[in-house]
């Protein structure tokens, strides 16, 4: 009456099942998808090739008609001009790039000082109303920067932070804050509480257990963060040039779309002036590739 | 070494769930006093509790002499086993195991020495060079142990330390941690979902149910009375039949026939229910003497031993203990007969033991 083992197993062995077909195989398939990535790949990268390309072209040989692809004179005016002015000083654009650099890096290093100890208590600690709150610090993030600019626009105003660095650091610490929260949130519940718990009884304090074992595994998560809340600032538009007007306090987008307009647009340094914009960007983003991943994908496995 | 005090522990989170109810517990010195329960039924929070990890809304807790409610857990001198072992992923087994050593400040050589008397404890002296991802979930659940003795602690917290081993590696476990405790005689508070692990590791059991203690007992006494019809269900594998009974003529008798003993001292006007335990129980040849009719839903064949599950009138799926000699198949019509001595009754609103 007992049931044998190999009643329980199928009996045919693996290579002969029915392979499960494909409509196009193999070579074929291959070919096709191919052709389309590389039509793909033309489409979303020419934008990109064709700025380069400017900003290395001469100016007679940027409004050339038919364009030449290849065999241009290749100049490095352009980034030249980028950094040094007129009158061989510092250029208005440069200065951007430096107030950029101060914005972005101040408002990043300041949301994760802010955002990871937050997302932490929030991970470990039984807060009242916690799923509230994460809503409402999510919440903030629901309106685009153009819907609220006029009103932070006259609250600047008022409290004298209108064209100041201050300012933008101010609220881009403000944008980047809950996204901090939300993401670092991920990070810190994948981290076992335990190690917290065996440190804390092993002698240190809730804080020491939370730097000294907590925090050098939540690295690679804080990196991906920091350079999302980066790029953010790095990037951001509509507050800058709402909330700006010097030069000397004006960070690059708004100052590379001054570039544009006026009687003529020398298209040759608004190129250069790109590509210098969205080196750091790239750089940043291929140094932490592997955690950008890692923070995208996160939560979709379990451990 | 020291036993542990809990009194009246209360406690409450903000949301108004209530994880423990008011438990009394009292663990002597050196004793492996073990907490059972189903999940969420508080066992874990009184272990955090007892730890410092978790701080309890009233009552108090008491470590030898001392009272430890207000004390951080690195001053409550006790070590803890967690479920994921918790070993510091960026330090070898080696630091991992002198960590909370060099965090007490002694000095290096000491350190050592304490290091490798734990190491050749727990037979780790060929992974002291390894990391945490290196070994198995055996090894590491070894490491952990060596870090919790290392410290030489008042008692040992054990928070349900081998869920996470495959069956064959858990029963080494259970020996070696139930043998190291004897050896050491430290007190340790061991919580588990597993009875077996409870029965077989414990010198006493405290089955929680729903933040409360329901039975506190030696394995054998909550096998033979369980407190209430919660531990009689929950204690045993296969668990004890409940069967609904009423006094008759100076017996129990249920609905399909079967006539137990009472105890003495039953109450007459109440429902009651006996509890009966599968090997007090025999399936026989139909109309066997003192056997009531019967039929064989099912046997589960384990080697030793055939488990029968009868419907006899009235009553369903009674759970029967039976010889691997003793073959009957499924569907037949048998006897069923009970063989053991007075069962527990418990009254069916109170769901206590009544006598």
Redesign the interface.
């Known amino acids: 009456?007992?049931v044998s083992v190999d009643e329980a197993v199928s009996t045919v062995p693996a290579r002969d099942r029915p392979r499960p077909t494909r409509r196009l195989g193999g070579r074929g398939r291959s070919l096709v998808e191919v052709a389309l990535l590389t039509v793909l790949a033309v489409l979303m990268l020419f934008p990109v090739l064709w700025m380069i390309e400017t900003s290395i072209k001469e100016n007679r040989d940027v409004y050339a008609v038919p364009a030449e692809f290849f065999g241009f004179t290749v100049t490095m005016e352009h980034f030249k001009d980028v950094f040094v002015g007129p009158d061989g000083g510092r250029s208005a654009l440069s200065v951007a790039f430096l107030n950029s650099a101060v914005v972005a890096g101040v408002s990043t290093l300041l949301a994760t000082v802010l955002g990871v100890p937050a997302a932490w208590a929030y991970s470990r600690f039984?807060?009242?109303a916690r799923k509230d709150q994460l809503f409402f610090i999510l919440s903030t993030r629901f309106m685009p920067p153009v819907v609220v600019v006029i009103p932070i626009f006259l609250m600047y105003r008022q409290v004298g932070l209108i064209d100041s660095k201050l300012g933008l650091i101010l609220i881009y610490t403000a944008f980047n804050v809950p996204f901090t929260i939300w993401m670092m949130k991920g990070f810190v519940d994948e981290v076992?509480a335990?190690?917290e718990?065996?440190?804390?009884?092993?002698?240190?304090?809730r804080l020491q257990a939370f730097r000294r074992?907590t925090l050098?595994?939540l690295v690679p998560g804080i990196a991906a963060t920091a350079v999302f809340a980066l790029i953010f600032s790095w990037n951001e538009f509509v507050f800058a040039i709402f909330l700006t007007s010097s030069d000397s306090v004006r960070t690059a987008p708004p100052a590379i779309a001054g570039l544009i307009g006026g009687t003529t647009t020398d298209w040759g340094l608004v190129a250069a002036a790109s590509v210098v914009f969205a080196l750091p960007v790239l750089v940043f983003a291929y140094l932490v590739r592997k955690h950008l991943v890692a923070g995208v994908t996160l939560g979709a496995v379990r451990r | 070494m020291a036993g542990i005090e809990v009194t009246a522990l209360h406690k409450r989170?903000?949301?108004g769930t209530v994880a423990v109810d008011h438990v009394d517990l009292s663990i002597g010195d050196g004793e492996l006093f073990v907490m059972l329960g189903p999940s969420g039924c508080g066992k874990t929070t009184t272990l955090?509790a007892i730890?410092?990890?978790e701080r309890q809304t009233t009552g108090d807790i008491r470590i030898g002499d001392t009272l430890v409610n207000d004390l951080?857990?690195?001053e409550r001198d006790?070590?803890?086993v967690?479920?994921?072992?918790?070993l510091?992923?960026?330090l070898r087994t080696r630091d991992n195991l002198a960590?909370?050593l060099r965090?007490?400040g002694l000095p290096k050589a000491e350190v050592r020495e304490r290091v490798a008397e734990a190491a050749r404890l727990m037979r780790l002296d060929q992974l002291l060079d390894r990391r945490p991802r290196q070994l198995s979930g055996g090894e590491q659940q070894r490491v952990a142990l060596a870090r919790a003795l290392v410290?030489r602690p008042r008692a040992f917290l054990m928070d349900e330390p081998l869920t996470n081993l495959d069956a064959e590696l858990r029963a080494d476990m259970r020996t070696e941690i139930k043998h190291l405790q004897g050896e050491l005689g430290t007190t340790m508070v061991y919580v588990t979902h597993d009875q077996v692990e409870a029965m077989s590791l414990g010198h006493r059991i405290a089955i929680l149910n729903k933040g409360r203690v329901e039975q506190i007992g030696t394995p054998l006494e909550v096998y033979d009375r369980p407190a209430s019809l919660f531990c009689a269900a929950f204690i045993g594998s296969p668990p004890m039949n409940l069967i609904e009974v009423a006094v008759a003529d100076e017996k129990l008798r249920s609905q399909g026939g079967l006539v137990l003993t009472p105890p003495p001292g039953l109450p007459r006007d109440r429902r009651l229910v006996a509890g009966v335990r599968p090997e007090a129980l025999e399936v026989t040849t139909p109309g066997a003497e003192g056997s009531v009719p019967a039929r064989v839903v099912s046997a589960e064949?384990l080697g030793d031993e055939i488990i029968y599950v009868v419907d006899h009138s009235g009553q369903h799926d009674v759970r029967v203990r039976m010889p691997p000699t003793v073959r009957f198949?499924a569907d037949t019509p048998v006897g069923l007969r009970h063989t053991g001595g007075t069962p527990t009754v418990y009254d069916v609103h109170t769901e206590e033991l009544v006598a």
């Open positions: 009456m007992a039984a807060v009242k076992p335990e190690y718990d065996a440190a804390m009884l092993d002698g240190y304090t074992f050098p595994l | 989170y903000p949301d955090r730890a410092g990890l951080p857990p690195a006790i070590a803890m967690f479920q994921f072992y918790a510091y992923p960026h960590f909370p965090a007490e410290r064949w198949a």
